[in-house]
């Protein structure tokens, strides 16, 4: 398939954690013999800090304006099989009017900041990058999260079809790496300053970084004030490229993960800093939202914080316990889905504990997003095999139609 997306950015990783999923599900793509066209606008920040990784068979589109960039992307989507305009395109109207006027076999929809489109919706507020009239147009809505956010995408915005694309991390660009020779941080944290993640990273990372002043704390990512206190024993990396965070997350016993409210609130999405910790092996502890369960099992692969005593709690597992934790929580959906041998089908593997559980829709992944944008607008996906590592496995293709009431699934081999 010819497939164009109109995005943020797939070219840099500043600022957005957008350009890692955008890398695996291309990588992914590709390896099924799919070819992709990327448009992203050539934003400053991002040229600055642009590590433009090798994609093979993706073609990478800088524009500088709409007007400048139009009479390609119309060339691009003349031989499009499918489009997609996601919900982070600073040209997400204009993109969404010529996809919706395309002759493309499949228009869809990818809100990839669902839970804030949530919050937005429920306080009255406009939506920025929507399309005028909503998402009726379009032939699939996809949603990173599941949950309350695809109701509000059909009911709310007028969505015709909604599925979950969780978030993904190619497993092959992050791997556990070598511990450090010399002492390892007791805890870290990777992420940019947010102002309504901080006041989780003060209660779970500084306060007992207080309270523990002989161990060492770390914490990664831009934006942070520069009056921010972070103590003698906490130390700041402003930039983590891509390439250096298995060994960041490798610096450490424990790494925390902070869900920003939006999320929490939403549930049933997990962000992609706690995907790709896991990806590298970490011993995560994170704060939680509805529906953990259904990708991890907590207590089993990650630990569930609330408070600073939850956290001395944490850092008090032994090494051994700390070491189970992260093999868990790579080995999971490694150990679920697997690439089928000789390139068939042979099951359909679910990271749920079970198929169309309290989400009432099952999850999405790599797999659902080749398969619908391959089938086109004529399938109904209800339910598809979840995985958050999908995108780095050329796996299986599942689609799930309803039919008489009853989950009816058809598989077939990767294209």
């Not at 997306?5 to 099924?32: D, M, N, P, Q, Y």
């Not at 992609?272 to 991890?296: C, K, N, S």
Request: proline letters at 9%; a positive charge.
């Amino acid at each position: 398939m010819n497939i164009v997306i109109f995005g943020r950015t797939v070219s840099s990783w500043w600022g957005s954690e957008h350009a890692t999923l955008w890398r695996s599900l291309c990588r992914a793509l590709a390896r099924r013999g799919h070819r992709i066209a990327f448009f992203e606008r050539d934003v400053p920040a991002y040229a600055a800090h642009r590590d433009r990784a090798e994609l093979e068979r993706v073609e990478l589109v800088l524009y500088r304006s709409w007007e400048q960039t139009l009479p390609a992307a119309r060339r691009a989507l003349a031989r499009a099989d499918a489009a997609l305009v996601t919900s982070d395109c600073p040209d997400g109207p204009e993109a969404s009017r010529l996809v919706l006027d395309s002759a493309a076999r499949v228009r869809a929809f990818y809100d990839l900041d669902a839970p804030a489109t949530l919050a937005r919706l429920e306080a009255g507020e406009a939506v920025p990058n929507l399309p005028d009239g909503g998402l009726g147009g379009f032939d699939l809505a996809l949603s990173c999260a599941g949950g309350r956010a695809l109701d509000a995408l059909r009911t709310r915005l007028g969505a015709r079809r909604v599925a979950p694309l969780y978030g993904s991390v190619d497993p092959d660009a992050c791997r556990p790496a070598g511990r450090p020779s010399g002492g390892r941080y007791a805890l870290s944290y990777l992420g940019p300053y947010a102002k309504d993640r901080q006041p989780a990273l003060d209660r779970l990372l500084f306060e007992p970084a207080c309270w523990l002043a002989r161990e060492r704390f770390l914490v990664g990512g831009p934006f942070y004030p520069p009056d921010l206190p972070w103590g003698p024993n906490v130390r700041h990396r402003p930039y983590v490229p891509p390439a250096d965070r298995p060994a960041f997350y490798a610096s450490s016993r424990l790494t925390l993960d902070v869900t920003p409210a939006p999320m929490a609130r939403a549930g049933h999405g997990p962000s992609g800093r706690l995907l790709e910790a896991a990806a590298a092996g970490a011993a995560v502890l994170t704060d939680g939202w509805e529906g953990l369960e259904r990708f991890f099992a907590p207590g089993d692969e990650v630990v569930r914080v609330r408070a600073p005593d939850d956290v001395f709690d944490a850092l008090e597992l032994s090494d051994e316990e700390v070491d189970r934790l992260g093999r868990r929580a790579r080995a999971h959906p490694r150990r679920t889905h697997r690439r089928p041998p000789s390139g068939r089908t042979r099951r359909v593997a679910h990271v749920g504990r079970r198929p169309g559980g309290p989400l009432g829709r099952g999850g999405g992944s790599l797999s659902h997003l080749s398969t619908v944008l391959a089938a086109g607008p004529g399938t109904q996906p209800a339910r598809l095999g979840a995985t958050y590592l999908a995108a780095g496995r050329p796996m299986m293709d599942v689609a799930t139609t309803e039919h008489a009431g009853r989950g009816t699934e058809a598989m077939r081999g990767g294209r």
